[in-house]
T-cell receptor
């Protein structure tokens, strides 16, 4: 079955380190998204992509970057991890504009 | 940007009770989805419903786009319905924006 997978599921890193979270989907969806979930804030959009070589900033993009070199993957990089980036990160994908989005299992990141 | 408000923020029910969750949004939308986040953190798609009414078993949803709200109905609730219910909306060509959710607790 086609699916969307995130790795790792859990990660602990130190302040200042570069961290990359992986997101891989096998649906051949054009659109991919990264969100973070924090208590009291719900899910907030970090970055998104509408196709290969396309990337866009979301509501909380500072300190994060993404690149889209193929259809299947949208890795999220924290350039220099900060304690404020401790969160649960979700990746999502959808086939096209304003179509149903599907989410991965999430990655719990702790920055110490 | 668009505002998404969900109510109530918290809901406690006895098993077997019915409930209605509401989602209000501040602009015309091209996408609206309801999700259930289970106690393990997984986001489960319930409905893709930018307009109209849909039903899936004990759950149903209605979106009245012209009046900018959507309702999620849960009938004969079960303990497995516990978790957080999110409404998320998208304007034309934009990503989903989430409300802060309704936390549902169903006790036996």
């Amino acid at each position: 079955d086609a699916e969307i997978t995130q790795s790792p599921r859990h990660k602990i890193t130190e302040t200042g380190r570069q961290v990359t979270l992986a997101c891989h989907q096998t649906w051949n969806h054009n659109n991919m998204f990264w969100y973070r979930q924090d208590l009291g804030h719900g899910l907030r959009l970090i970055h998104y992509s509408y196709g290969v070589q396309d990337t866009n900033k979301g509501e909380v993009s500072d300190g994060y970057s993404v690149s889209r070199s193929n259809t299947e993957d949208l890795p999220l990089t924290l350039e220099s991890a900060a304690s404020s980036q401790t969160s649960v990160y979700f990746c999502a994908s959808s086939v096209g504009m304003n179509t149903e989005a599907f989410f991965g299992q999430g990655t719990r990141l702790t920055v110490v | 940007g668009i505002q998404v408000e969900q109510s109530p923020p918290d809901l406690i029910l006895q098993e077997g009770a019915n409930s209605t969750l509401r989602c209000n949004f501040s602009d015309s939308v091209n996408n609206l989805q309801w999700f259930h986040q289970n106690p393990w953190g997984q986001l489960i798609n319930l409905f893709y419903i930018p307009s109209g009414t849909k039903q899936n078993g004990r759950l149903s949803a209605t979106t009245v786009a012209t009046e900018r709200y959507s309702l999620l109905y849960i009938s004969s609730s079960q303990t497995t319905d516990s978790g957080v219910y999110f409404c998320a909306v998208g304007l034309a060509g934009t990503a989903l924006i989430f409300g802060k959710g309704t936390t549902l607790s169903v006790s036996s």
